[in-house]
Nanobody
Framework: QVQLVESGGGLVQPEGSLRVSCTAS????????MNWLRQAPGKGLEWISG????????YYEDSVKGRFTISRDNTKNTLYLQMNSLKPEDTALYYC??????????WGKGTQVTVSS
């Protein structure tokens, strides 16, 4: 069955960096676009980044553009999100989500990122 498992979250100080990962299994990872979404406390889901199956086309929400970098290693079935210059407003549960093109169908359970001094 399809599984997406996020890891790498934690507590980081403002202006710090963190890389979160998502390991995929149960499907042909290199055939799907993938996304990162997040949900801050008391707020709705927010799409923040996506990339195509080859990893050469990337998209970012404006608030993370220039600070976050999405990438993938199809040999390891792993999706990454490198986050730099983190701000307290980046505090959220970060989800890895599979993209079918017309919808997003599988989600991981999320990894918590907390930005605080």
């Amino acid at each position: 069955q399809v599984q997406l498992v996020e890891s790498g979250g934690g507590l980081v100080q403002p202006e710090g960096s963190l890389r979160v990962s998502c390991t995929a299994s149960g499907f042909s990872f290199n055939s799907y676009s993938m996304n990162w979404l997040r949900q801050a406390p008391g707020k709705g889901l927010e799409w923040i980044s996506g990339l195509n199956f080859g990893g050469d086309v990337t998209y970012y929400e404006d608030s993370v553009k220039g600070r976050f970098t999405i990438s993938r290693d199809n040999t390891k079935n792993t999706l990454y999100l490198q986050m730099n210059s983190l701000k307290p407003e980046d505090t959220a549960l970060y989800y890895c989500v599979r993209d079918r093109g017309y919808d997003m169908d599988y989600w991981g359970k999320g990894t918590q990122v907390t930005v605080s001094s």
